[in-house]
């Protein structure tokens, strides 16, 4: 689905302390919150809309593949705009727009 399955946009966890892909954070949190499949959307399209300063995803919480942990995208470090967009341009589309 994904149009480069090698994209990384590392994001750090301020818990563990580790850096892990957009992916593998989208999968993890995903894993936990999604009812009946399809109701949890990428991390990038969340991150994304945040930098537009959409509020309605201030409360949004994602779970860190490496320690399991939910935490409150707002405890995630911020990026760049242009980084975000870069990376989301590699995935595609299609994959920022799904859900899981």
Not at 10 to 38: M, Q
């Amino acid at each position: 689905m994904r149009l480069s399955e090698t994209a990384q946009l590392l994001i750090y966890c301020p818990r563990c302390g580790n850096h892990v892909n957009e992916y593998n954070w989208t999968l993890e949190t995903a894993s936990k919150f999604s009812v009946d499949g399809k109701t949890t959307p990428t991390l990038i399209y969340v991150l994304l809309q945040l930098s537009d300063h959409n509020q309605q995803w201030e409360n949004f919480r994602v779970v860190c593949p490496r320690c399991h942990e939910t935490i409150p995208i707002k405890q995630l470090p911020p990026m760049e705009r242009q980084q975000l967009e870069a990376y989301a341009q590699e995935v595609g589309e299609a994959y920022v727009n799904f859900n899981y």
